[in-house]
């Protein structure tokens, strides 16, 4: 069983950084393009960026310059550097790929999620 499991999320200050984690776990021989969403309360779940598996990459206008997507394909796992956090940025923090090749082919997985709280 193919699954994404998300690690890093937690409580900071605003002006802090955290680094999130989102490992693709099971028997897998390719992952297409790699994900981070956000979805705040009261709010639609948002792209914040997302990186190919050549390592094109693409940010949310909100996060530019402050988050940078980065993924290790030897293991199969996708990181989210975020600095000069800002309140607006909590939110749970979920992991997305669009296209896992594994003994069957997958789309759209998406992990469970992890908190992200800025306080001010």
């Known amino acids: 069983q193919v699954q994404l499991v998300e690690s890093g999320g937690g409580l900071v200050q605003a002006g802090g950084s955290l680094r999130l984690s989102c490992a693709a776990s099971?028997?897998?021989?390719?992952?297409?393009?790699m994900g981070w969403y956000r979805q705040a309360p009261g709010k639609q779940r948002e792209l914040v960026a997302r990186i190919t598996s050549g390592g094109t990459t693409n940010y949310a206008d909100s996060v530019k310059g402050r988050f940078t997507i980065a993924r290790d394909n030897a293991k199969n796992t996708v990181y989210l550097q975020m600095n000069s956090l800002k309140p607006e940025d909590t939110g749970v923090y979920y992991c997305?790929?669009?296209?896992?090749?594994?003994?069957?082919?997958?789309?759209?997985?998406w992990g469970l999620g992890t908190q992200v709280t800025v306080s001010s």
């Open positions: 099971g028997i897998i021989f390719r992952v297409n393009a």
């Open positions: 997305n790929a669009d296209d896992v090749q594994s003994i069957s082919r997958i789309f759209n997985l």
